[in-house]
C-alpha cells in the first residue's frame, strides 16, 4: 500500500472516529439498542416470512404516510425515547445491508413482532430474544470495532449506552395463554412467570458481558385490556381479569428479579416500567390525557383509520397510537411512578 494510500485509510478512520464521538456531543448518551417485540418492531419483520408483518397502509400513516414496519401509526415508544435521548431512530438490523450496519454508531434496533423471551414462542418466522442478541454479538465483534481506535473505547461507549427492552407480552399471548387451554405444562402463572423472568435475566446478563450496563425493562402490561381480550357485552365492556391475573405476576415479580440481577452485575444500572397502574389511570380519567377512546382500535373494518388518531389509545387491537407511546415515553422519560428507580433521563446521566 503506497504512502498516500494509508493517508487516505487513517484519515476515513479517523473521520468515522469523529462521527461516532460527535453523537456524545450532542446526544445525552452515545446510543440506543433495542431488543424486543411488535411494540418497538421498527421495521424488522419486513424481511421474514410472517403475517406479522404491517408494512402496509394504514399503519404509518403519520409516520409521514410510510409504512416502515411500525406496529402504530406513527412513532413508537422506542423512537420516542431515542430522539429525547438526542439520538436518531435505531433502525431495524434486518433492514440496513451488511456491509453499511458498521456505520451506525447510534444504535440499531433488533425487536421483532410475534417474538418473545421463549425460543418457543412465535408465529410464523421472528426474531427471538436470544437470535435478537446473537445479532447484537455480531454488531459488537464485527462492526462497532471499526469505529473505535481502541477495545477501551468501544467499552466506554458501550457502558454510556442504553439498552432497551420491551418483551414478554408474546409469551403470554401467544404461548402461555394458548397452551394452558391446551396442556397446562407450563405450571400456574407464578411459575411462569419466574421462568420468563430466569430467561430474561440470563439475556440481560448476556448484554452486560458484551458491555452494555445502562438498561430499561419493560414490564408486561395488562394484557386483558386490549381490544383483542376485552369482554364485550351490549352495555358494558370490561378487561379481561381472568388473563390479567395470569399476567400480573411478570410484572410484580420484575423489580426483585431487577433487583437481583443488579446486584450480581457490577457497575449496572436499570429503569423499570410498570405499566398496570399508568393504564388504570388513563383509562379512569382518558380525557386528563387526551383521549375519547381507550377501549376500540382507532382501525375499524375494512382497515379505515378513525379521523382523531390523537384521542386512541389503541390503534389496532393490539398496539397502541402514537399519542399513546408519546405519554409513555414522556413520563418514563423525566416523570416519576411509572419507571423507576431512576427514570431515563436520570439513567442517561448516572455514572
Ligand atoms: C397514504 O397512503 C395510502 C396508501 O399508499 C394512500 O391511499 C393515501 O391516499 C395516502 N394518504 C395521504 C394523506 O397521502
Ligand atoms: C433458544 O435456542 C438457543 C439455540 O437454538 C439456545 O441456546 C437457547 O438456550 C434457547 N433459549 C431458550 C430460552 O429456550
Ligand atoms: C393448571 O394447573 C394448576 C396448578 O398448577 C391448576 O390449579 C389448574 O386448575 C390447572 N388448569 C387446567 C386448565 O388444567
Same mark, same amino acid.
Do not use: E, M
Given at each position: 500500500m503506497s504512502i498516500f494510500n494509508i493517508f487516505w485509510v487513517i484519515n476515513i478512520i479517523s473521520l468515522q472516529v469523529f462521527l461516532a464521538n460527535s453523537y456524545c456531543t450532542k446526544s445525552l448518551v452515545p446510543a440506543l439498542y433495542v431488543f424486543g417485540d =411488535?411494540? !418497538?418492531?421498527?421495521?424488522?419483520?419486513?424481511? &421474514?416470512?410472517?403475517?406479522?408483518?404491517?408494512?402496509?397502509?394504514?399503519?404509518g400513516i403519520d409516520f409521514?404516510? !410510510?409504512?416502515? $414496519? +411500525?406496529?402504530?401509526?406513527g412513532k413508537t415508544f422506542a423512537d420516542i425515547i431515542a430522539i429525547k435521548l438526542g439520538l436518531p431512530m435505531p433502525p431495524p438490523y434486518l433492514g440496513v445491508s451488511t456491509t453499511e @450496519? #458498521?456505520? %451506525?454508531?447510534?444504535g440499531i434496533n433488533y425487536a421483532s413482532g410475534?417474538?418473545? /423471551? &421463549?425460543?418457543?414462542? +412465535?408465529? $410464523?418466522e421472528c426474531l427471538s430474544l436470544d437470535q435478537q442478541i446473537e445479532y447484537f454479538t455480531s454488531t459488537v %465483534?464485527?462492526?462497532?470495532? @471499526?469505529?473505535?481506535?481502541?477495545k477501551t473505547k468501544l467499552r466506554h461507549y458501550l457502558s454510556k449506552s442504553i439498552f432497551l427492552l420491551s418483551i414478554g407480552a408474546n409469551d403470554y399471548m401467544l404461548n402461555y395463554l394458548k397452551q394452558e387451554i391446551i396442556?397446562?405444562?407450563?405450571? *400456574?402463572p407464578e411459575e411462569f412467570a419466574d421462568y420468563l423472568l430466569d430467561q430474561l435475566s440470563s439475556s440481560i446478563k448476556k448484554i452486560y458481558e458484551l458491555g452494555g450496563r445502562k438498561f430499561v425493562v419493560i414490564g408486561v402490561g395488562? /394484557? $386483558?385490556? /386490549?381490544p383483542g381480550f376485552i369482554i364485550r357485552k351490549p352495555n358494558f365492556q370490561d378487561c379481561n381479569e381472568d388473563v390479567n391475573q395470569k399476567v400480573k405476576p411478570f410484572t410484580n415479580k420484575l423489580p426483585m428479579k431487577i433487583q437481583v440481577l443488579k446486584s450480581q452485575l457490577s457497575g449496572s444500572l436499570f429503569t423499570i416500567m410498570d405499566t398496570f397502574e399508568f393504564f388504570k389511570e388513563i383509562r379512569n380519567s382518558p380525557e386528563k390525557f387526551?383521549?375519547?377512546?381507550?377501549?376500540?382500535?382507532?382501525?375499524g373494518e375494512g382497515g379505515k383509520p378513525c379521523e *382523531? @388518531?390523537?384521542?386512541? #389509545?389503541? #390503534?389496532? =387491537?393490539?398496539h397502541s397510537t402514537e399519542a399513546t407511546s408519546e405519554i409513555y415515553a414522556n413520563k418514563c422519560f423525566?416523570?416519576?411512578?411509572?419507571?423507576?428507580? &431512576?427514570n431515563i433521563e436520570q439513567l442517561a446521566h448516572t455514572h
Open positions: =411488535s411494540t !418497538v418492531d421498527a421495521g424488522n419483520n419486513n424481511n &421474514l416470512n410472517t403475517n406479522a408483518k404491517v408494512n402496509t397502509f394504514p399503519y409521514n404516510n !410510510v409504512s416502515t $414496519g +411500525r406496529f402504530s401509526n @450496519r #458498521y456505520q %451506525i454508531a447510534s410475534s417474538c418473545g /423471551i &421463549l425460543n418457543s414462542t +412465535r408465529n $410464523g %465483534i464485527n462492526d462497532l470495532p @471499526r469505529n473505535f481506535r481502541s396442556t397446562n405444562k407450563s405450571g *400456574n395488562p /394484557i $386483558g385490556c /386490549i387526551g383521549f375519547t377512546n381507550t377501549w376500540d382500535s382507532c382501525v *382523531n @388518531r390523537r384521542q386512541y #389509545y389503541f #390503534y389496532d =387491537s393490539a423525566s416523570g416519576t411512578h411509572l419507571c423507576f428507580p &431512576l
